[in-house]
């Protein structure tokens, strides 16, 4: 669990995160903020530079 974050960070510098879908996305509250759908991402590769 400690490393996740070091994880995601190393994928999201090299990646690109897209939404696949650009209907928006509406919060529901509740105990935590949930979508009303989910969140589908596409994941491109990132600009060299």
Excluded: C, K, N, Y
Excluded at 8 to 14: E, N, P
Excluded at 18 to 43: C, F, I, K, W, Y
């Amino acid at each position: 669990m400690i490393e996740s974050p070091i994880i995601v960070g190393t994928i999201l510098a090299r990646l690109r995160p897209r939404r696949a879908d650009p209907a928006p996305v509406e919060p529901q509250p509740q105990v935590t903020l949930r979508t009303s759908r989910p969140v589908v991402l596409r994941l491109e590769p990132a600009p060299l530079g």
